[in-house]
């Protein structure tokens, strides 16, 4: 409004200079009538041109008028966000080539049993490494590697000293009987190592490489099993290869999926979350949203808190000895860092859900607290955690526990209609694999690497135009069947062996169909880059903590 009656004053200048100036001589005459039209034609230009556009990373979002979401900036076309999910809002909860495909782990008949491949006085001991999800890894694979060693496994050890510093055993979270049983015909497990006549036997301690294939173990540790009768595996997370045959993989399955059962404490209450929730609303979805203090310092990305941020990020960063600085530009680039609670809540927005959809949030401490998960809330106020629907009475045997809470959250997130990830973290992975093997729920994983650009050039575009590129960029991460080639990425995110298309179908059809319809993942989408920073993100895998 100033810039108008500014220049309409000077319009209203040259008009007067024009009309009641003294008569000059011809050349005069020209030259002011030539100053008074250029005049003329610039104040036009300027009254009736848009402002300049503004770019920010994060804007706040607020209501106009009841009916939808504004960024607050001052430019022509406003980027609004709708309440409303769009045509897309009654798609949103189902996988269309699910029906096809099922969860298949049983062994094949010239798999060995138990007990034909176990040998006597062979005892493998595993001491797993960092949270509950990136131990889970350990005691499936520790079953595998018992196999192939033909030893007896004794209940794994859980990490207790780590980052975490939980006290809990494998019988306070995993209900041990049921492992045991469960996985009886294939592996014999003891609680504890026996005595020979008066002596226990002590355990040789070592550790295998990372990947470690079948023959790596028998030739690594085999010998050694044979001599001392009992070994012990440090730090084992992620120790074996993702290379192994297709009984070996199915033995992986049955154990994750059928063998690890939460004890009766945990699947009760986490039972009531979902209860609670299911009260509220038929459909509702579970977000990972993965944006502690921790997590974003060992990401070595920014959000624009300035000195305060990189003071208290850089604090907690120092805790892991071999972490060299990071770009943080290049770091968001590369798809490496976690999107901001408002980047989800636009996403799922863009994707078709609408304001009246409920989300349950598994996280812990947010950085930044109310004022980070603000925006997020106003997109979607339907909004739970464990502390919302749950007293603090209830959850008392868990709260000072924090493998208990997260296995409460992962009860809560597999049965969710929706999981969304924020990064390819172990929780992640280890609940994208279960998904998939359990009905193809909707899994969405945001591909990080095309969104970050996409974000920042927002306030650019419509929200039309930024929805749909949304929705472009998200093919190949919506948890469909066959996003992703047979053996890439971790086997437990991606279960290929133990997945199965059904038999009255068309199998090369519903293949094509599913690529056609989803896209497929190509090798760049998740090469090795992505592969190397989903081994590190916020693990202990390699990095001693101080």
């Known amino acids: 409004m100033k810039k108008r009656k500014l220049f309409l004053g000077i319009f209203q200048i040259i008009l007067h200079t024009l009309l009641f100036r003294r008569r000059k001589r011809p050349i005069h005459r020209f030259l ?111 079953v595998v590697a018992a196999h192939i060693l033909n030893a007896i496994l004794v209940v794994p050890k859980l ?7 939980d006290s809990s055993n494998f019988s306070e979270i995993f209900d041990v009987d049921w492992f045991i049983s469960r996985i009886s015909k294939d592996v014999k497990i003891i609680r504890d190592l026996p005595r020979i006549g008066d002596k226990i036997i002590t355990p040789y301690t070592t550790r295998v490489p990372r990947k470690c294939n079948a023959k790596c173990y028998q030739t690594r540790i085999l010998p050694i099993l044979k001599k001392k009768h009992a070994v012990q595996l440090t730090k084992f997370d992620y120790r074996l290869s993702n290379r192994l045959t297709t009984d070996m993989q199915k033995l992986r399955c049955r154990v994750n999926y059928h063998a690890l059962k939460f004890t009766d404490p945990i699947t009760e209450m986490g039972r009531k979350l979902v209860e609670r929730i299911r009260m509220k609303s038929k459909h509702f979805v579970a977000l990972h949203l993965r944006f502690e203090p921790d997590m974003l310092a060992f990401s070595g990305c920014y959000y624009g808190g300035g000195d305060k941020e990189r003071k208290e990020l850089g604090k907690i960063r120092k805790r892991w000895k071999t972490l060299h600085a990071r770009n943080p530009d290049k770091e968001r680039r590369n798809g490496k860092c976690p999107l901001t609670p408002e980047e989800i809540g636009l996403m799922l927005r863009a994707l078709g859900f609408g304001n009246d959809v409920h989300i349950y949030v598994a996280s812990g ?95 650019n575009m419509t929200w039309e135009e930024f929805a749909s590129q949304i929705r ?10 066959m996003e992703v080639k047979p053996g890439r990425g971790e086997f437990h995110e991606n279960p290929t062996a133990c997945i199965c298309a059904d038999s009255e179908m068309d199998t090369g059809a519903a293949t094509i169909s599913a690529r056609r319809d989803m896209g497929e993942v190509t090798d760049g989408q998740v090469g090795e880059e992505e592969q190397e920073w989903s081994d590190t993100e916020y693990t202990e895998n390699e990095l001693e903590i101080q």
Request: proline share 5%; net charge positive.
């Open 365 to 459: 401490e947010i950085y930044g607290g109310e004022e980070t998960l603000a925006p997020l809330k106003a997109l979607f106020p339907n909004f739970y955690s464990k502390d919302t629907i749950a007293s603090k009475e209830e959850l008392a045997p868990f709260s000072s526990f924090s493998s208990r809470m997260a296995a409460l959250d992962f009860m809560v997130c597999d049965e969710s209609d929706v999981f969304v990830s924020n990064n390819n973290g172990n929780m992640a992975r280890m609940l994208a694999g279960r998904r998939r093997y359990f009905d193809h729920k909707p899994t969405i994983r945001p591909n990080a690497k095309k969104l970050n650009n996409l974000l920042l050039r927002r306030n």
């Open 32 to 142: 002011t009538l030539a100053s008074a039209l250029f005049g003329a034609i610039l104040f036009f230009i300027l009254f009736f041109s848009p402002p300049i556009h503004q770019h920010h990373l994060i804007n706040p979002i607020s209501f106009i008028n009841g009916t939808g979401f504004h960024m607050n900036l001052q430019q022509q076309h406003v980027f609004r966000v709708p309440m409303g999910g769009g045509s897309l809002s009654g798609d949103v909860w189902i996988s269309k080539q699910s029906k096809f495909y099922h969860g298949c782990s049983d062994s094949s008949n010239n798999f060995p049993t138990a007990e034909v491949n176990t040998h006597p006085n062979r005892y493998l001991m595993i001491a797993t490494s960092g949270g509950l999800n990136q131990q889970r890894t350990g005691i499936v694979d520790a």
């Open 472 to 481: 472009t960029s998200q093919i190949g991460f919506m948890g469909e069947p």
């Open 159 to 165: 990490d207790q000293k780590s980052y975490w510093k």
